[in-house]
């Protein structure tokens, strides 16, 4: 049974930055790409940015150039580095497959941009 824990979420002021963390415990991480999503209040989750096992990564246009998707497959662990926050990046973002494969959501982690 695979489990996600994300981590490394908080509050930070507009133009800051933040680094989360998901671990994976279970085999699929080796196998599959893994993604970052997120979901904004009264707003439906939505894939942020994705990367395969071999590394190449794919991302959301509203977020193309500020944030960076990575993995060490080692570990079982994708990061999401988050630079030039906005407010409209305030979200619980959630790691998971890609495509989603009903891989149960983990809790999220919390991100808020506000001053």
């Known amino acids: 049974q695979v489990q996600l824990v994300e981590s490394g979420g908080g509050l930070v002021q507009p133009g800051g930055s933040l680094r989360l963390s998901c671990a994976a415990s279970?085999?699929?991480?080796?196998?599959?790409?893994m993604g970052w999503y997120r979901q904004a209040p009264g707003k439906q989750r939505e894939l942020v940015a994705a990367?395969?096992?071999?590394?190449?990564?794919n991302y959301a246009d509203s977020i193309k150039g500020r944030f960076t998707i990575s993995r060490d497959n080692a570990k079982n662990t994708v990061y999401l580095q988050m630079n030039s926050l906005k407010p409209e990046d305030t979200a619980v973002y959630y790691c998971?497959?890609?495509?989603?494969?009903?891989?149960?959501w983990g809790q999220g982690t919390q991100v808020t941009v506000s001053s």
């Open positions: 998971n497959t890609v495509p989603f494969i009903a891989i149960a």
């Open positions: 279970g085999s699929i991480f080796s196998i599959t790409a």
């Open positions: 990367i395969t096992r071999g590394g190449s990564t």
